[in-house]
Structures are given as structure tokens and as C-alpha cells.
């Protein structure tokens, strides 16, 4: 089996104003550990990661108030 033959090719994407929680939850809906943060007025993209979501969780920051901007890894 190739690497290839269980990736998904749909990707999972989510705007900057999500929260970690709606993020979470669609990431958890999808079973992937990652999801493309698209900001359609900034250039660029980034990925909110589980570990992401974790570390924030970990330092008790709040998931219904923390946004995906404000987590995510820039390239």
C-alpha cells in the first residue's frame, strides 16, 4: 500500500473566525488531524493542528472564545 492510497483528497478548510471548539468538531467529523485556515482578505493560508487546539486547551484557554487565527501556523 502507498501513502497515497489513504490520503483523502479532500481537504478540510475553515475561515479564521471559527472557534477551536467548531474547528475541533469538524475536524473530529472528517477524522483528520489538521484543517486549512482561509482568510479570503489576507494573503496566504495556514493550518490549525490538533496539537494546536491541544496546546491552547493546555494553557486554559477557552475553546468557545479562542479563534483559529489566533492558533494557526503560518507558512
Do not use: F, K, W, Y
Not at 500500500?1 to 483523502?8: F, G, I, K, N, T
Not at 484543517?35 to 468557545?64: H, K, Y
Amino acid at each position: 500500500m502507498l501513502v497515497r492510497d489513504a490520503m483523502s483528497s479532500v481537504v478540510l478548510t475553515i475561515g479564521p473566525a471559527h472557534t477551536l471548539r467548531q474547528a475541533a468538531r469538524l475536524m473530529s467529523a472528517r477524522r483528520v488531524g489538521a484543517a486549512v485556515v482561509l482568510d479570503l482578505d489576507r494573503c496566504g493560508i495556514g493550518i490549525l493542528t490538533e496539537r494546536d487546539i491541544l496546546n491552547s486547551l493546555g494553557s486554559g484557554q477557552s475553546p468557545d472564545v479562542e479563534t483559529a487565527s489566533a492558533h494557526t501556523t503560518t507558512a
